[in-house]
C-alpha cells in the first residue's frame, strides 16, 4: 500500500512539473505583455501600452494577417483535396496505390529546411518564384499529407455495409457520401483540419525560403523583429494568438467527441 502511494505521488509530481515545463514559459510571456517594462524589469506594473503599440505596428499587423489568409485557404484546400483522396484510396483499387499510400509519409518525416530549399528551387524552375502564392503552395503540399493521413484513419472504421444499405434504399453516389459516409468520418476531416491549419500557421522555414520583403507571414516576421531587438509587442500578439487558439480548441472540443459522437 505504501509502495502504491508513493508511486501515485511521483506520477503526480511527474505530469506537475510536465505541465509546468510545457505553460509555465508560456504564462510567463502573456503576464509579461502587460508589463510596462520593455526589460521585463520587476515589480510588475500593468498596463496595455504593448497592445496598444501593436495596433500601430503596421507590419507585424499585415504578417498577421497574411498568415491567417494563407492557413485558412490552407485548411480549406487541404481538407477537400485530403478528404476526396482518402476516399478514393479508401473506395478504389488501382495500380501504384500502395506506392502512393507510402508516399504521403515522406513529406511529414523529411526536415522542413530540405523540403524549403527543394520547393524554392522547383518554384523557380517552373516561374512561379517567391511570394505568398508560393508559400500557399508549399502550405497546402505540407499539410495535405496530415489530412489524408487522419481522414485515412477514420475511414478504417468505417462499415462499408452502410453505403451498401444506402444503395439498396436507392441513394445515388453523391447522397451515400454527403449523408453516409461524410458524418461518419467528420470528426476525422475537422481533426485533420486543425493539422492543416497548425502547420500552415506556425510554419516557419517554408514561409522563410519562400516570402519576399513587405510579403511576409507573422513566424518570419517575429525572426525578424528579434535580429533588430525584441519588443513587448511580439508578447503581445502572441498571447492574442494562443488565446483565440485555445477558444477554438475548446468549442471544437465542446460540439465534436473525437470518438466520433457529436
Do not use: C
Not at 78 to 83: A, N, Q, R, T
Amino acid at each position: 500500500m505504501a509502495t502504491t502511494r508513493i508511486l501515485e505521488a511521483l506520477g503526480r509530481l511527474y505530469i506537475g512539473l510536465l505541465l509546468a515545463f510545457l505553460y509555465l514559459p508560456i504564462i510567463i510571456m502573456a503576464l509579461m505583455s502587460f508589463n510596462v517594462s520593455p526589460f521585463y524589469q520587476l515589480p510588475f506594473e500593468w498596463t496595455t501600452e504593448w497592445y496598444a503599440s501593436l495596433w500601430q505596428n503596421d507590419q507585424l499587423i499585415a504578417a498577421t494577417w497574411n498568415s491567417l489568409e494563407i492557413a485558412v485557404i490552407t485548411t480549406l484546400t487541404s481538407v477537400v483535396l485530403g478528404s476526396a483522396a482518402s476516399l478514393a484510396l479508401y473506395r478504389y483499387e488501382f495500380r501504384g496505390k500502395k506506392v502512393l499510400q507510402a508516399l504521403l509519409f515522406p513529406p511529414i518525416a523529411i526536415p522542413w529546411l530540405i523540403t524549403g530549399t527543394a520547393m524554392l528551387i522547383f518554384f523557380f524552375g517552373v516561374g512561379i518564384g517567391r511570394g505568398l502564392f508560393a508559400i500557399l503552395l508549399g502550405h497546402v503540399a505540407l499539410a495535405l499529407p496530415y489530412v489524408i493521413v487522419v481522414v485515412s484513419a477514420r475511414l478504417q472504421t468505417f462499415a462499408p455495409e452502410l453505403e451498401e444499405a444506402a444503395r439498396s434504399l436507392g441513394a445515388n453516389q453523391w447522397q451515400v457520401t454527403v449523408r453516409v459516409t461524410l458524418p461518419w468520418i467528420m470528426p476525422g476531416v475537422i481533426a485533420g483540419g486543425l493539422f492543416a491549419f497548425a502547420v500552415s500557421f506556425d510554419q516557419f522555414v517554408v514561409s522563410y525560403f519562400l516570402s519576399t520583403p513587405g510579403q511576409t507571414t507573422l513566424p518570419v516576421e517575429i525572426y525578424a523583429a528579434i535580429r533588430k531587438g525584441f519588443t513587448p509587442e511580439i508578447n503581445a500578439v502572441s498571447t492574442i494568438i494562443i488565446v483565440v487558439s485555445m477558444a477554438l480548441m475548446l468549442l471544437t472540443a465542446r460540439f465534436f467527441k473525437f470518438g466520433g459522437e457529436k
